[in-house]
C-alpha cells in the first residue's frame, strides 16, 4: 500500500514539471512578444525592418531623381536642336533619296543604268574631343560610308572614312573623304551576317597607283556626285540625325524608369 503510494506521488510530481516547463515556455514567448511590440512603438527599429526602409528610401528618390535628370537633359537637347540645329527637319543629301532604320541610314539614287547605294550608322559617330561646326557650336557627325555601284550582276563598292579638309577655303569643301577599301562582289547579297563573302578580294585605298587614285577614287566617284559638297551634306544630315538619336533614347530610358 505504502508502495503503491509513493508511485503514485512521483508521478504527481512529474505532472507538475511538466505543466511549469511548459508555463515557462509559455511566458517566455509572451515576453518576447511583448518586447518585439513594445520596441516598435517606441521607435526602436529591429535588423531587417531596418534593411527592408533602406531599399525602399533609397529606391524611390534615386528614380524620381533620374527621371528629373533626363527630363532636363532633354529639354536642353531639343533647345539645341531648334537653335543650333535648325529645327526636327533633318537637311537633305542632294540627289539622293533617304531612308532610316534606328541608327542605320541609307541613300538610293540612280546614275544612268547603274543603281548607287549608299549606307552609314551614326553610333560612335561624335567625337566629343574631335571637330565642332564652328557656326553651330555642336560635336559633329563624321560616319564612315560604303558606297555600292551596281550593275550588270556586280557591285563596286568602297568603303570611305569622312575627314576634314584642312585647306578649304569655302564651306562646302570643309570635309573630303578617304578610300580606306576597295573591291568588286556579286550584286546579289547573302545573309545579312555575311553582306560580301569571305572569298572576295579586297584591298586597301593607301596602296593605289597615284594615276589611278585620281582616276578611280576622285574622278570616278565625282562623276557620280561623290565630292566635297556631297561630304559637307552628309556631315550635317548625320549630325542632326544623329542627335535626334540621341534625344530618342534619352526619352526611352525616361520611359522605361517611369514604368
Known amino acids: 500500500m505504502f508502495y503503491f503510494s509513493l508511485i503514485r506521488f512521483s508521478f504527481m510530481l512529474k505532472i507538475v514539471k511538466m505543466r511549469s516547463t511548459a508555463i515557462c515556455r509559455a511566458l517566455s514567448k509572451v515576453v518576447q512578444r511583448h518586447v518585439s511590440t513594445a520596441a516598435v512603438c517606441s521607435g526602436i527599429r529591429m535588423s531587417r525592418p531596418v534593411l527592408i526602409a533602406r531599399q525602399i528610401s533609397s529606391t524611390l528618390p534615386l528614380s524620381n531623381e533620374l ?3 533626363l ?23 542632294s540627289g539622293f ?3 532610316t532604320n534606328g541608327a ?14 549608299v549606307y552609314f550608322n551614326v553610333n560612335h559617330s561624335v567625337d566629343m574631343e574631335g571637330e565642332e561646326d564652328e557656326d553651330e557650336g555642336v560635336p559633329l557627325a563624321l560616319p564612315s560610308l560604303t558606297i555600292e555601284i551596281i550593275k550588270a550582276q556586280q557591285r563596286l563598292c568602297f ?13 562646302n569643301e570643309r570635309f573630303d573623304f578617304r578610300v580606306a577599301e576597295f573591291y568588286i562582289a556579286p550584286a546579289s547579297k547573302g545573309t545579312e551576317d ?20 585620281d582616276l578611280l577614287f576622285n574622278n570616278y566617284l565625282a562623276e557620280r556626285g561623290f565630292d566635297q559638297k556631297f561630304c559637307r551634306e552628309v556631315v550635317d544630315f548625320a549630325t542632326h540625325y544623329e542627335h535626334s538619336q540621341y534625344v530618342k533614347l534619352l526619352t526611352d530610358i525616361k520611359s522605361f524608369v517611369s514604368k
Open 67 to 69: 527621371i528629373d535628370a
Open 71 to 93: 527630363k532636363n537633359e532633354i529639354t536642353a537637347e531639343k533647345q539645341l536642336e531648334k537653335e543650333n540645329l535648325r529645327g526636327e527637319q533633318a537637311p537633305r543629301i
Open 97 to 99: 533619296e533617304i531612308t
Open 104 to 117: 542605320n541610314v541609307h541613300l538610293a539614287k540612280l546614275h544612268g543604268n547603274e543603281k548607287i547605294n
Open 159 to 171: 568603303y570611305l572614312d569622312l575627314c576634314e579638309n584642312e585647306d578649304a577655303t569655302e564651306a
Open 194 to 213: 555575311e553582306d560580301v563573302p569571305d572569298s572576295v578580294y579586297s584591298s586597301s585605298g593607301k596602296y593605289i597607283d597615284p594615276t589611278l587614285h
